[in-house]
């Protein structure tokens, strides 16, 4: 799989958990296939399967659902602190930067 002059292109997948990599490792160890070999298999079974359902990588949020997502996050993020500049005055002192230089 991915010879030299092979029509292959190269996919990087960045994983966050080491324990994953390493179950990805040993999956494929006991299988006998590269690393590469089982992320391609896995992938395909998932492109499949959707196809199949008529699913789709990411569905569409209702808005309620986006404000909710939205919430927890900042929530997660910021955990109740706020900024102390307001957005607006940050934009007007920006837009008079580019002004001065000529943008």
Do not use: W
């Amino acid at each position: 799989m991915g010879a030299k002059g092979s029509s292959s292109v190269r996919i990087n997948i960045y994983v966050d958990d080491s324990a994953i990599r390493k179950e990805v490792k040993l999956a494929a160890a006991l299988r006998d296939i590269s690393v590469s070999e089982y992320c391609l298999a896995a992938i395909r079974e998932k492109l499949a399967r959707e196809k199949s359902t008529g699913g789709t990588a990411r569905q569409p949020q209702s808005l309620e659902k986006a404000v909710e997502s939205a919430r927890k996050f900042h929530s997660k993020t910021f955990r109740g602190r706020a900024f102390s500049l307001s957005s607006a005055e940050l934009i007007r002192d920006a837009r008079k930067g580019r002004s001065r230089n000529g943008r």
